[in-house]
Structure formats: structure tokens, C-alpha cells
């Protein structure tokens, strides 16, 4: 147990991120996503977090499936709405809300006898071109889901942004005008804002917000940490160094002896690796923490092991707590040097991950 790699989930950062959502959403309800099991931070703690939350979204009924199971009444949007017409009895049983994007879902819904009460979001394709409704088509669609008795009549109205990150790009701008021409005369709520859009787009908050990123503390903003938009990092990983070795200048270190060593000096080594989730991507120089000091891996990532250069921490030992991101180590900054994004690394942890939760 000693050797395993830990991801400490903070339910406090969770809770105040959440907080600092709202104040950023105004009157917008705001729905959690958690889709992708809490972006890798564990659906069931996440959502125990985040009771407060107006909705959860998940991409799966899978998903819709375990939070009911956890008792919660909270309402839960299944952003990707029916895969199959089967799929309908499932999400009226549980009570989940489907997006429905697709004309093969307008036909499954149009054939359905089942008299139980189904709440539905029509999703209007306004450039991301992935899913929902070409804009002319959609009064059409909201009129077929209007007119079924067992739909609930309240059909809220959304959308997604392709590049609200960037605060300057006029695509933004062409969807909000194009969702604004397909839905201006029809009733509903409206659901625009990811994460991004909170931040930067606030006339798209409108009635629901749609936040993932900002949930879990992870930036949105190329350039920017978490942490530099005013948010908390809700995951620290963490390890041990299970090895100090004193390693001659011109050995070299790891797979492929892709690092030499410059001169005589400590090597460290980790117990974690790609096997772990960490990126095998990450190149020598990308920075970890060693007793809270700033180090640099060596060498080739390895499936359970990495190597560190111990050059400026002549005190370190085995058992040594190692960290790979957390709050005094930016997942940006990780995820940068990988050639990824953070929501990539949060996750990528596999199950030989110890997942431990923090309340504070
Ligand atoms: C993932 C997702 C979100 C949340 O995106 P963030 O950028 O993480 O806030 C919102 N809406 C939809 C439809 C999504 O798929």
C-alpha cells in the first residue's frame, strides 16, 4: 500500500469552487458536469460535494444510473440524451433529463407509449457541428416535442460553445446570434455557458450554466492556471520516492538512455508512471514536488516508475513524499510540458490510483 500512487480529492475546494460559480453565474442556475467520473475525480464523492448544485450533467445513462443510486433527488441531465430507443424507459424510471439533438431520438420519442413523465433539452447546433439541430430546423423539432403528451412541456434550450475560451474569437458571437434567430420566438429556458462562458461571455449566462472546469479547479483559459482564475485545484497526486541513487557523470537514466548525466549527482525515483495515469508523455525537465521543492523528472516516464533529478535536494530520501500536481504544482503546468490539457490528465488516473478524500 505504501508504494501507491495517491489522488487526494479536496471535497472543500469542490464545495467553494461551486460557491465561487455561483457568484460568477448571477442568476443562472448551474448545472455540475461530471461527466467522465467527476472528470477523473470520482462521480459519487464529486456529486456528494456538490449537493448544492441546480443539475448534474453527465454524458452517459450509465452515469444517470449511479448517482440515483446514491440517493440523490437532484435533477441529472444526460447531455447526450437516448443512444438507443431502449434507452427511454431507463430515463423515465430514474427520472433523468435527455438532451435530444438528433432526428433518430425525435422518431424513438414520437413511437413511445410509455406515459411517464420525460424532461427533455433540445440541443441547437450553432457551429460546434458535433451534436444537435441545424438552427432552421429547430422550431420544427421543439414543435414534434411539444406536441407528445408524455414530454414535459417545459423544454429547456441549449447549446455549445466550439472556442468560448478564447475571449477575442467572433465565433462566439455568430452562435449566440444564431441560437438567438432559431429560439427568439419559442419558450423555455435558455443553456449556453460551459465554463469559458461564465468567464468571459457573461451576457450567454441566461438561465442555466453548463460548468465543468471550473468545478474541479482546472483552468479553461490556454496560458492560465486554475488557480490564476481565482479557483482551487480539487485533486493533488501524490507519490513516494522508493529509491536515492548516486548515479557517475555520463551514465545515463532510463529507457532508451535518453538523459545523461551531466555530473555526478542524486537520482531519485518514484513510484508512479504511466501505468498510473501519469502522461508517458512528459519530457525530462517537467517539474514535480519533492518535500514541497521544485524538481525535474529525468529520462522516459516508465510504466510504475519516473526519474528525478535530485541535484539541488542533497536531503532527500527514500519515502520522501513526491507530488505530480496539486495546489503548489499547477496540472496546467504538467499538461503544458506533456503537450496536453489538464482536463486530459485529471482523467487519464487508472484504477491502480488510491483515490483518498479530503473534507477541508
Ligand atoms: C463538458 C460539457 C460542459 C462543461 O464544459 P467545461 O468547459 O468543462 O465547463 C458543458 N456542456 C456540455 C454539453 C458539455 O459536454
Not at 21 to 38: L, S, Y
Not at 53 to 80: E, H, M
Not at 267 to 280: C, E, H, L, S, T
Not at 348 to 355: D, E, I, K, Y
Request: a negative charge.
Amino acid at each position: 500500500m505504501s508504494r501507491t500512487a495517491l489522488a487526494t480529492i479536496h471535497l472543500g475546494a469542490l464545495r467553494r469552487n461551486l460557491a465561487r460559480v455561483r457568484e460568477r453565474a448571477g442568476k443562472a442556475k448551474v448545472m455540475a458536469v461530471v461527466k467522465a467520473d467527476g472528470y477523473g475525480h470520482g462521480l459519487e464523492r464529486v456529486a456528494r460535494a456538490l449537493g448544492d448544485a441546480d443539475a448534474f450533467g453527465v454524458a452517459a445513462l450509465g452515469d444517470g444510473l449511479r448517482l440515483r443510486a446514491t440517493g440523490t433527488t437532484t435533477r441529472i441531465v444526460v447531455l447526450s440524451g437516448p443512444d438507443e430507443a431502449a434507452d427511454l424507459a431507463e430515463l423515465r424510471r430514474l427520472h433523468l433529463d435527455a438532451v435530444i439533438h438528433h432526428e433518430s431520438q425525435l422518431a424513438w420519442l414520437e413511437a413511445d407509449r410509455d406515459a411517464r413523465p420525460l424532461r427533455v433539452w433540445l440541443k441547437i447546433d450553432t457551429g460546434m457541428h458535433r451534436l444537435g439541430f441545424a438552427p432552421d430546423v429547430a422550431r420544427a423539432a421543439h414543435a414534434r416535442l411539444h406536441a407528445l403528451a408524455n414530454i414535459d412541456p417545459d423544454i429547456v434550450l441549449m447549446t455549445h460553445f466550439a472556442a468560448s475560451d478564447e475571449f477575442d474569437n467572433t465565433l462566439t458571437v455568430h452562435q449566440v446570434a444564431a441560437f438567438d434567430g432559431a429560439t427568439h420566438d419559442l419558450a423555455g429556458a435558455r443553456a449556453l455557458a460551459n465554463s469559458a462562458g461564465v468567464l468571459g461571455w457573461p451576457a450567454t449566462r441566461d438561465d442555466w450554466v453548463r460548468v465543468g472546469g471550473l468545478l474541479y479547479g482546472l483552468s479553461v483559459i490556454d496560458g492560465k492556471t486554475g488557480v490564476e482564475l481565482g479557483f482551487e485545484p480539487a485533486m493533488t497526486l501524490s507519490t513516494k520516492l522508493i529509491a536515492v541513487n548516486r548515479i557517475a557523470r555520463g551514465e545515463r537514466v532510463g529507457y532508451a538512455a535518453t538523459f545523461e548525466c551531466p555530473e555526478d549527482m542524486n537520482v531519485g525515483v518514484a513510484a508512479i508512471g504511466y501505468g498510473d495515469g501519469y502522461p508517458r508523455s512528459a519530457p525530462s525537465g517537467t517539474p514535480v514536488l519533492v518535500n514541497g521543492a521544485r524538481a525535474g523528472l529525468i529520462g522516459r516516464v516508465s510504466m510504475d516508475l519516473i526519474a528525478i533529478d535530485l541535484r539541488n535536494q542533497p536531503d532527500a530520501r527514500v519515502g520522501d513524499r513526491v507530488v505530480l500536481w496539486g495546489h503548489e504544482l499547477p496540472v496546467e503546468e504538467i499538461a503544458a510540458h506533456a503537450g496536453s490539457i489538464s482536463y486530459d490528465l485529471t482523467c487519464g488516473m487508472t484504477r491502480r490510483v488510491l483515490f483518498v478524500e479530503d473534507e477541508a
